[in-house]
Each structure stands twice: as C-alpha cells, then as structure tokens.
T-cell receptor, first 111, second 113 residues
Framework: LAKTTQPISMDSYEGQEVNITCSHN???????ITWYQQFPSQGPRFIIQ???TKVTNEVASLFIPADRKSSTLSLPRVSLSDTAVYYC????????????FGKGTMLLVSP | EAGVAQSPRYKIIEKRQSVAFWCNPISGHATLYWYQQILGQGPKLLIQFQNNGVVDDSQLPKDRFSAERLKGVDSTLKIQPAKLEDSAVYLC???????????FGPGTRLTVT
C-alpha cells in the first residue's frame, strides 16, 4: 500500500480557500486517491476521489498532477463547519481493497 | 436512505469484562467493515466482511476479539476479555461496489476502566 504524508494541522479563516496537499510518492498504477472528512464524535465521510487531473464535486476539488505523486484537496470559501480532520488515502478501488487511514490533517477554521 | 446504524453509542466497562457492539449497514451493501479508532489516530481496520464471509481480519486481535455477520446483513463485534488499551471508538462502515467509498456509522465509544 502506498504511504501518504500530509500536514498534521492547518489553520484558516472563514471565507478563505484551503488547500491540503498529500504526498504519495509510491502510488501504484491501479491506485486511486480518496479523501475523507471526519467531524468530532462522527465517523469519517467520503468527500472525493480521483485518478488523475482534476475532479470537482459540490464539496471540494481534487487536483492531481501528471506524475500522481501528490494531490491537493481544495475547499473553496471555508466556513466554521469545515473544521474537521481530513484524511488522504491511496489504494485500488476494486475487489477486496481496503482503506488505510493515517493521522490526517486537522483543519481549524476561525471567524 | 437510512445510514449505518450502530449501538450502543457509549459503553463503560471494567477490564476483563466482555462487551458487544452491533452494526446494521446500509440496505444492499454487501461489504461491511469494523474499525478501531484510538484518540488522535485514524481508524484502523479490524475486519472486513463480504456478505457473510471474512475477507480480511489480519489486524483483529483474535485472542480477545471476534466478529460475525450472520445472514450477510447485521454484524456484531465482541471483546472478551477487555483490556485498558481497548478504550477507543469502534466504527462500522459499509460499501456497495466501490470499496473506497465507504459509509460510516456514528461509532461506539468504549471506555475500559
């Protein structure tokens, strides 16, 4: 399984765009990049997944460069409710593949 | 669509006692997962079921932990006997046909004293 590295914590203010970068130098050809969000006292929630280039949904955008050795989760105009832990995961999305969570990035949004 | 249900939400027991957690996945989801999340860490997979068969239990401490998924729907996770280091949140998740898109329940917070 490819190992991921992401910042332990980040601070931001309401209304700003937040970019969380994840490094995954050993990503395999069949691996996808998946991001989860976890609020206190809740289970993680799937945000977005991508393989290459850019993926966008109603919550976030995911930017993946051509070499796929890193990825950036972009949260537009964050609010206080975006304060959470964000996990970057890498792995196949087929068969019996499993998710391996690291410690994630604790994002704190202030007024 | 109802989400993943778990019970109880909280449990306090003394060490060497036993405890059981229950999970009801989203209807139609064939794959069910149990995770352990210790404070300050990401969830760690304990066991993965595909219908009622075990796919991966490599990180399940089998001397004290057991899990079953009868009839391929509900699942129970049991700890017997509990140790202090088992204090954690136990999360259940399920997925349909994309393993990377899992739906998590609210978890059961276990405190072992």
């Amino acid at each position: 399984l490819a190992k991921t590295t992401q910042p332990i914590s980040m601070d931001s203010y309401e209304g700003q765009e937040v970019n969380i970068t994840c490094s995954h130098n050993n990503i395999a050809t069949n691996d996808y990049i998946t991001w989860y969000q976890q609020f206190p006292s809740q289970g993680p929630r799937f945000i977005i997944q991508g393989y290459k280039t850019k993926v966008t949904n109603e919550v976030a955008s995911l930017f993946i460069p051509a070499d796929r050795k890193s990825s950036t989760l972009s949260l537009p105009r964050v609010s206080l409710s975006d304060t959470a832990v964000y996990y970057c995961l890498v792995g196949e999305d087929s068969g019996y593949s499993t998710l391996t969570f690291g410690k994630g990035t604790m994002l704190l949004v202030s007024p | 669509e109802a989400g993943v249900a778990q019970s109880p939400r909280y449990k306090i027991i003394e060490k060497r006692q036993s405890v059981a957690f229950w999970c009801n996945p989203i209807s139609g989801h064939a794959t069910l997962y149990w995770y352990q999340q210790i404070l300050g860490q990401g969830p760690k997979l304990l066991i993965q079921f595909q219908n009622n068969g075990v796919v991966d239990d490599s990180q399940l401490p089998k001397d004290r932990f057991s899990a079953e998924r009868l009839k391929g729907v509900d699942s129970t996770l049991k700890i017997q006997p509990a140790k202090l280091e088992d204090s954690a949140v136990y999360l259940c998740a399920s997925s349909l046909d994309m393993p990377n898109e899992q739906y998590f329940g609210p978890g059961t917070r276990l405190t072992v004293t």
